[in-house]
Each structure stands twice: as structure tokens, then as C-alpha cells.
């Protein structure tokens, strides 16, 4: 089961099968509660993890004690990416959001298996420029894009992140957040995202269906950014 599901995720599609299979052997199974830590803010950096199923909170503390949301990683998706070629402790904490599923590699058990396999890390490189291409597009967003489309491009990405496609083609964003969950995630106010929601809805782009989930508009969405 581990071997197929790492050779599905993105970051070790370019490994062959023995390749894939050392990946495979150092790799551990976990079924995690909800609101059980993965690790905390500081910690050393020992495992990286993947998604199997559910989802993981990535958060940090400011210093005024508030919570800052950095992301949501759910089904099929891997945190810390930097994790495999970095040695500073987390510089976030993980809190599963429901009950999880996810397998967890060691950092020391990895670079072993590097050492063996150098081709490996060359393959990575490319997914690290991936990770590093997206990074620039939300530094821009959110420099140089109005608030409305901050927060439409949040709910375009978690409609593709954690979407249910639904019969009509719109999807229902199944992570249920608050409005200051997704306030804190771009660095807005809680108002300014709840004003700019009920625009929205308004607009036909969202809906918030009976269990309190959105549903999104994903064509209507693209025709206002």
C-alpha cells in the first residue's frame, strides 16, 4: 500500500519502481484523531508526512498569542515540502483537523536512502521549483491584488484542494472554516472577508449549503477575477 500510494503523489512521480521501492521502505502508516498534534512550532524537523486522508492544519503562534492559519493540507498533498532538504527546526505547527490518515517518513531515514540513490535528489529538484514558482504567485497576490480577489483566489484554491465535485459542476468546498480561519490564512480582517462573501453570494459565485459547507461557482469565479 505505501508503494502505490507514494508513486502517486507528485513529488516522486519522476522515481522509478527502485527507486519508489526504497521511498517505500522507510515509510510509516499512522491513523491520527482530531486535534492531535504532528508536531509544534520550533520542534526539531524529523518526518515529513502525506495526506491519505482527512486533513492537517498547518498553523502558527504570533506574539501576541493570536493564530495565524498558513494552510490546510488534505488528500493526496505533503507537508513541510521543505522538510527533505532542510535542517531548521518547524517553523509551524501541524494539528490534524479531523480524523487523518497519513504516512510519515523520517528525514535521517531519507537522506540515507539519498545517499544510495543520488538520482533521487536530482528528480526532486524539479518538483522544488514547482513549490517555489507557486510561492512567488501568493507573495503577488497578495501584494498587488485587490482584497476581493485575495479572497476569491483562497476560495479557488481550496475548491480545487478540498472541492467535491457536485452533478451541476460546481464543487463544495468540504473543509469547513470560519471566517476568521480564512481571514488569518491571507492576512485579512474577519470583516473584510465576510463582507466580500456575502458580495459574492450575492453575485451567484458562492452558495452555502444546508450543512453550512460553500459551494462554488468555479466559472462564475474565473469571469470576476
Known amino acids: 500500500m505505501l508503494k502505490e500510494y507514494l508513486s502517486s503523489m507528485k513529488i516522486f512521480e519522476a522515481l522509478d519502481d527502485e527507486e519508489i521501492s526504497a521511498v517505500a521502505g522507510i515509510a510509516h502508516h499512522r491513523n491520527v484523531e482530531s ?13 515529513f508526512y502525506f ?3 482527512g486533513n492537517v492544519k498547518i498553523y502558527r503562534i504570533d506574539e501576541e498569542g493570536r493564530e495565524q492559519i498558513i494552510n490546510f493540507f488534505g488528500k493526496g498533498e505533503m507537508f513541510p ?6 535542517k531548521d527546526p518547524y517553523p509551524a505547527s501541524a494539528i490534524t483537523a479531523e480524523d487523518s490518515e497519513v504516512i510519515f517518513i523520517s528525514k535521517k531515514d531519507f537522506e540515507d536512502v539519498i545517499r544510495r540513490e543520488p538520482e533521487i535528489a536530482v528528480k526532486l529538484f524539479h518538483y522544488i521549483g514547482e513549490l517555489i514558482i507557486d510561492l512567488q504567485h501568493r507573495l503577488q497576490e497578495k501584494m498587488l491584488k485587490p482584497t476581493d480577489e485575495q479572497v476569491l483566489l483562497l476560495i479557488r484554491r481550496l475548491a480545487y484542494a478540498h472541492g467535491l465535485v457536485l452533478r451541476d459542476g460546481r464543487r463544495e468546498i468540504t473543509l469547513k472554516l470560519t471566517k476568521q480561519e480564512m481571514a488569518n490564512m491571507i492576512g485579512l480582517t474577519r470583516e473584510t472577508v465576510n463582507r466580500n462573501i456575502s458580495i459574492f453570494r450575492k453575485l451567484g459565485i458562492l452558495e452555502i449549503g444546508s450543512t453550512g459547507l460553500m459551494i462554488v461557482d468555479l466559472e462564475a469565479l474565473e469571469e470576476y477575477i
Do not use: P, T, Y
Not at 37 to 42: A, D, E, I, R
Not at 81 to 86: Q, S
Open 35 to 47: 486535534g492531535i498534534h504532528l508536531f509544534h512550532m520550533g520542534e526539531e524537523m524529523i518526518n
Open 51 to 53: 495526506v491519505v486522508s
Open 81 to 86: 515540502h521543505h522538510a527533505v532538504f532542510r
